[in-house]
């Protein structure tokens, strides 16, 4: 079973994924099924047997919606004695609760009892266990309690202070609730029925898992009784790149999670992407709400609001917290409760704190609103204190990290091991200052001063931070700028080295401003160049060097939203050709995934494959590919507005 032959059904922070049939089995790596909640699996068996045997699928599971998959299953049969009988198969999720709806319809002139029988068992695994990486987690006193109720089975997870829950209700109640036979965890539970049919008779089972996370109670409504969010915007016509944008904004709706606020109130921000990521995300979070601002400027406020809330306070090692950070990501899971990761608040981020920032003015600037930017004057503060200080501006003359041997070693968007290295493929050693976030805290600055001139009334502040920002933009022309190869450096290594690899990274440097205006021009037109553009997008690595491997997950795929901080980045240099060629391989590559971008593209070349080549351990749905098109929708509109074009 491959990632994509599950199907898979979310709303309100809650995701199932099944097999085919309507199945979980258990599964680990890049595709794990089950029912999560909380960044826990709540339900890791869901196997459904008819009078003994796995019953064939005449339908598979399909989406009927993004919340619901039906599917038509039968026992085995033959020509001359076909199934006695036809179980229609509907299933559900919402906010904590799974639902299955059986429908069993009798084929024969006669009275027929069907014996149902149902697996369940429940792992609470954590989503850090359960990923491709082969890690193990000590998990000492950890105790499973199984107890059958008058309608179903309740399975409990303790581990000290840790506890969970996981109910199944069943309309009829099971007739027996039994151990399963060898072959299966010693928690698992045979749930079994015998139904009666009269002749061309139906009977139906349904059933009910709810999860309760730790700290949480269970969920007591049923998908019919829980709120939807609000509708989202209809598309503007029926050409692709509007297509791709209403199945974006219907996306983020999925993906939408309520957080806390900064006065404590209740506020609904884009997680950053299922299956790994249905949390809050400092730089996606941002980086989603920039690409929405035109069009859903509260969000941008929410975000705000949410990351000023986890604004870091105090200096710890462990969790990369410095006062004046702005978070990287929070988890709610078993293993962060316990500290054996570091990602129940964890700042290991450079580029989110200047985002904030950058995000904070631009959204006075779309709304016209100043209440939220003098309300969060503070957390802006803070934020630039942090750049000047534990940020590296001052000491190094560069926003910097140092890799962090017990969460990320790289800190920037390329987060995974190894993605910030040399031409020779070598991972540059810290700290260590990548251009992109160089750019940002150019932006950051220059809009913090407008800010600070403009709604603050501390003009002696903003000259403070114009002056910041332009010895930044003058070092980096000069340091980062690689002569023979006419083209800026990924990062510069602890050493002052030039990490010498081309990268897409380059592109964000458009968006920023920080490059001076020929040297923009040339780095845009060396982009869509075929080495970087595969004719779908922009590669994460140009092709040809060393370390480029087109299904890498930062040298050599292709990101959406990394192509649409690029195009914007055209669009505000004017580079309109180019701007157009990038966005129709987009929009394509959108067609090609049915209207929604994934994560992440493989980066082989368009002229090589029929359709873009997906890569194999890919969010989908994913927050800032979701908002992907209406960046793209934004800068082909600069680029129409600008009278030069």
């Known amino acids: 079973?491959?990632?994509?032959?599950?199907?898979?059904?979310?709303?309100?922070?809650t995701f199932v994924r099944l097999t085919t049939d309507g199945s979980i089995t258990g599964s680990r790596g890049a595709?794990?099924?089950?029912?999560?909640?909380?960044?826990?699996?709540?339900?890791?068996?869901?196997q459904l047997t008819v009078d003994g045997t796995d019953p064939v699928a005449l339908v598979p599971a399909t989406a009927e919606s993004d919340d619901t998959a039906v599917c038509v299953l039968t026992p085995e049969g033959t020509r001359d004695d076909p199934p006695a009988y036809t179980v229609f198969r509907r299933q559900s999720v919402t906010e904590g609760t799974f639902t299955e709806h059986l429908r069993l319809v009798s084929n024969r002139p006669d009275a027929v009892t069907a014996r149902v029988e149902l697996t369940v068992d429940t792992d609470f695994a954590d989503l850090f266990e359960l990923r491709a990486d082969d890690r193990r987690y000590e998990k000492s006193g950890a105790e499973h309690g199984i107890h059958a109720t008058g309608d179903g089975l309740r399975v409990s997870y303790h581990r000290g202070d840790w506890h969970a829950d996981t109910e199944v209700v069943c309309r009829p109640a099971p007739d027996a609730v039994a151990p399963t036979r060898s072959g299966t965890r010693a928690t698992a539970r045979m749930l079994s029925w015998h139904l009666p049919l009269d002749a061309h008779g139906e009977t139906e089972l349904q059933l009910t898992v709810r999860a309760r996370p730790h700290g949480r109670p269970l969920p007591t409504s049923g998908p019919e009784q829980t709120p939807r969010p609000a509708a989202y915007t209809k598309s503007r016509g029926t050409d692709d790149l509007s297509l791709a944008c209403e199945r974006g904004l219907a996306d983020l709706d999925l993906l939408t999670i309520p957080v806390t606020g900064v006065d404590g109130e209740e506020v609904r921000v884009s997680a950053a992407g299922i299956p790994w990521f249905l949390t809050l995300f400092g730089r996606d979070s941002l980086l989603t709400s920039y690409f929405l601002l035109p069009y859903r400027p509260a969000t941008a406020a929410a975000v705000l609001s949410a990351l000023a809330a986890a604004q870091g306070r105090t200096h710890d090692p462990f969790s990369g917290e410095q006062p004046g950070r702005i978070v990287h990501e929070t988890r709610h899971g078993e293993l962060a409760h316990f500290k054996q990761v570091p990602y129940g608040r964890y700042y290991g981020a450079v580029?989110?704190?200047?985002?904030?920032?950058?995000?904070?003015?631009?959204?006075?600037?779309?709304?016209?609103?100043?209440?939220?930017?003098?309300?969060?004057?503070a957390h802006a503060r803070r934020a630039v204190d942090w750049m000047l200080t534990d940020g590296g501006l001052d000491e190094h003359g560069y926003l910097v990290?140092?890799?962090?041997?017990?969460?990320?070693?790289?800190?920037?968007?390329?987060?995974?091991?190894?993605?910030?290295?040399?031409?020779?493929?070598?991972?540059?050693?810290?700290?260590?200052?990548?251009?992109?976030?160089?750019?940002?805290?150019?932006?950051?600055?220059?809009?913090?001063?407008?800010?600070?001139?403009?709604?603050?009334?501390?003009?002696?502040?903003a000259r403070s931070l114009e002056e910041h920002a332009h010895r930044l933009r003058e070092r980096f022309q000069t340091d980062f700028w690689m002569k023979d190869e006419d083209f800026p450096a990924l990062a510069l290594d602890g050493g002052g080295r030039q990490v010498d690899a081309l990268a897409s990274d380059a592109g964000h440097l458009?968006?920023?401003?920080?490059?001076?205006?020929?040297r923009a021009l040339r780095v845009g037109r060396r982009l869509l160049e075929p080495d970087f553009f595969s004719g779908w997008a922009i590669r994460t690595l140009a092709a040809g060097q060393r370390p480029y491997h087109p299904l890498s997950y930062h040298r050599g795929s292709a990101w959406p939203h990394d192509n649409a901080l690029i195009a914007l980045g055209l669009a505000r240099q004017g580079l309109t050709e180019e701007l157009r060629t990038l966005a129709e391989g987009l929009v394509a590559a959108a067609v090609g995934h049915g209207y929604r971008l994934p994560e992440v593209l493989a980066g082989y070349a368009r002229s090589a494959t029929a359709g873009p080549v997906p890569y194999p351990h890919s969010c989908s749905p994913q927050a800032w590919a979701a908002a992907t098109p209406l960046a793209l929708r934004t800068a082909l509109e600069q680029e129409r507005d600008d009278p030069s074009s």
């Open 351 to 377: 580029d989110a704190t200047p985002l904030f920032l950058v995000l904070l003015h631009a959204h006075h600037e779309q709304t016209g609103d100043p209440s939220l930017a003098i309300r969060l004057e």
């Open 31 to 46: 595709a794990p099924d089950g029912l999560f909640f909380q960044d826990a699996r709540h339900l890791s068996r869901w």
């Open 401 to 461: 990290y140092s890799p962090d041997p017990g969460g990320l070693v790289n800190q920037n968007w390329k987060d995974s091991d190894g993605a910030i290295c040399f031409r020779d493929g070598t991972q540059a050693d810290g700290p260590i200052a990548v251009c992109e976030a160089q750019g940002y805290a150019y932006d950051a600055l220059l809009r913090t001063a407008a800010l600070a001139r403009h709604l603050w009334n501390d003009p002696l502040y």
């Open 510 to 518: 458009l968006w920023s401003g920080i490059l001076d205006e020929e």
């Open 1 to 13: 079973m491959t990632a994509d032959t599950r199907i898979q059904l979310v709303r309100d922070a």
